[in-house]
């Protein structure tokens, strides 16, 4: 009795092509990916940029100061947090020189308006696991030789939790982290929108 040999199929050309065009690292499956990306932003044209990286500064001024921050509200020491990470911002950027006041064009300042506390979770009735905290800024940017407004949002604001520590020594800290990670957020968005409102 003799054994059922196997069947053995040969794929036709056509599909021996549709298999290359549809494998990963097939010079058509690249052509067509980068035909799609070509499509998707052609509607964006010369003028596509990276976020914060495009437009013009308010006034077209060529340079900025940083002053410091008011601090508006009962923590200590929160002023120099999100001074240090809007000029970390525009340090780190380079579209604007930042100088001193007497030599920039525009200066931006403003103030520490609020900071509300608030329970995100409780770990039982009556304590609290974590906590959210949420800082809002007051800030404009002012042309230095005629003082006036070239940008301003006095409601600009952004959250964070933190955990509720055993002790309060650690709870400070997590706290504190928790204020600049919103500082470096609120930098972020400060910077994107000067540049790209203009």
Same mark, same amino acid.
């Given at each position: ?33 980068? &035909? #799609? ?7 964006? *044209? #010369? *003028? ?16 900025? &100061?940083?002053? !410091? ?10 002023? /120099? ?25 525009? !200066? ?15 770990? /039982? ?9 949420? !800082? ?28 509720? &520590?055993?002790? &309060?020594?650690?709870?400070? /800290? ?25």
């Amino acid at each position: 009795m003799g054994t059922q040999k196997d069947l053995f199929f040969a794929p036709s050309p056509s599909l021996r092509i549709f298999a290359s065009f549809c494998s990963p690292n097939s010079f058509w499956h690249r052509v067509a990916l980068t &035909a #799609c990306i070509l499509a998707l932003l052609a509607p964006f *044209g #010369c *003028g596509y940029h990276l976020a914060g990286t495009g437009g013009q500064a308010p006034g077209n001024v060529q340079s900025i &100061a940083v002053n !410091v921050l008011h601090n508006q509200t009962a923590e200590i020491g929160i002023e /120099t947090v999100f001074t240090n990470a809007i000029l970390n911002e525009f340090i780190r950027w380079k579209r604007l020189p930042v100088k001193p006041r007497n030599e920039a064009e525009a !200066v931006l300042g403003g103030s520490v308006a609020r900071i509300r506390t608030q329970t995100a979770s409780h770990l /039982t009735r009556t304590r609290t696991l974590e906590t959210r905290v949420t !800082v809002t800024l007051s800030l404009a940017l002012t042309r230095v030789d005629t003082d006036e407004v070239l940008w301003e949002n006095k409601k600009l604001s952004y959250f964070d939790e933190y955990v509720e &520590a055993e002790n &309060a020594l650690n709870t400070n /800290t997590l706290r504190r982290e928790a204020f600049r990670r919103i500082a470096e957020i609120l930098a972020e968005r400060i910077h994107k929108d000067l540049f790209e409102e203009f």
